[in-house]
């Protein structure tokens, strides 16, 4: 039976107490929520640490979706089926929906928190993506106060994030912005597994225009938590087939798969065309159905 190996056990009270905590135990201490991704880790001896601080005791703090007239603000204990149930979220971001439905299996979700994946870094983690492109910032808070940082500086590698060691994340704010929809798609080996290629899209038109539109990949290597490129490539242009095929190619072109047991290199890169493809085409096609997006949040806020 895998065990980890002996740790220290601390349970925070209040943010101000987490990074206290943090502060007097040192490097050796890593926070706890759902602990999906970290006790699999101590269990196999991939990280070796001597003090596991429980932040469970904060979501009453930290787990809330607030929905203002120019942002979404999310906390980062909400919990993945917290997210997946919000009406305000499937109203303005139905990406959200989408991704949660393919993450891992109920208990997971009924554990699991949005910061923890943030936080993880995992390069195959869904909702890396979603944030990418919804344009997404983080806010960290330490014992000198609260910065914020975008999503293409809070991930600066595998499994490594801007969070410093006597640092927690807070919240996650999301712009919202009017006539816009978004889109996920993932391909896995089964339900509920990590991603063999994932990808996420957020579009903006005026009128007939894309006024604007972000793509994030997962599972494709480093680097493609926002591809500007893409941006750069749809804006000011009329949405078709032709245009999704250069967005994809894009994608493509844009990342670094590596071959492993869940595909090889190839066969993700041509996922990462696929699947620009569709999810740009779908947050397209919800616009223009005038489904959910955040035209409806805009028309609100008028």
């Excluded at 994030?216 to 938590?225: E, H, I, K, M, S």
Aim: net charge negative.
């Amino acid at each position: 039976m895998q065990v980890p190996a002996p740790f220290e056990y601390e349970r925070a009270t209040s943010v101000d107490n987490a990074i206290t905590l943090l502060e007097r135990l040192g490097s050796e201490a890593r926070l706890i929520a759902g602990g999906h991704s970290l006790l699999p880790m101590m269990k196999l001896r991939l990280t070796d640490l001597e003090y596991v601080i429980d932040i469970n005791d904060l979501h009453d703090e930290l787990g809330y979706v607030r929905v203002g007239t120019d942002e979404v603000r999310i906390g980062a204990m909400t919990r993945h089926r917290e997210l997946l149930e919000s009406p305000e979220l499937a109203a303005l971001f139905p990406i959200f929906a989408d991704a949660e439905h393919v993450i891992a299996d109920p208990v997971v979700r009924n554990r699991g928190t949005i910061g923890g994946s943030l936080c993880q870094a995992d390069p195959s983690e869904d909702l890396t993506a979603v944030c990418t492109a919804l344009d997404a910032h983080c806010v960290i808070r330490g014992a000198d106060g609260e910065r914020v940082v975008g999503m293409e500086d809070f991930h600066r590698g595998p499994y490594e994030t801007a969070v410093g060691a006597s640092e927690i994340l807070t919240e996650i704010r999301i712009p919202v912005r009017p006539y816009g929809s978004s889109a996920y798609a993932k391909v896995e080996r089964r339900a509920g597994d990590w991603a063999v290629t994932s990808a996420g899209a957020a579009v903006w038109m005026d009128g007939d225009v894309i006024s604007d539109a972000r793509v994030g990949l997962a599972a494709v290597g480093p680097n493609t938590a926002g591809i500007p490129a893409i941006s750069d490539a749809l804006r000011g242009q009329q949405p078709s087939e032709e245009l999704y095929a250069q967005a994809g190619a894009i994608a493509a072109e844009s990342c670094s798969p590596v071959t492993d047991n869940r595909g090889s290199a190839d066969y993700k890169r041509h996922l990462a065309d696929e699947l620009t493809r569709r999810t740009l085409r779908t947050a397209v096609q919800r616009i223009q159905a005038g489904e959910a997006g955040d035209r409806a949040g805009a028309q609100e806020g008028d």
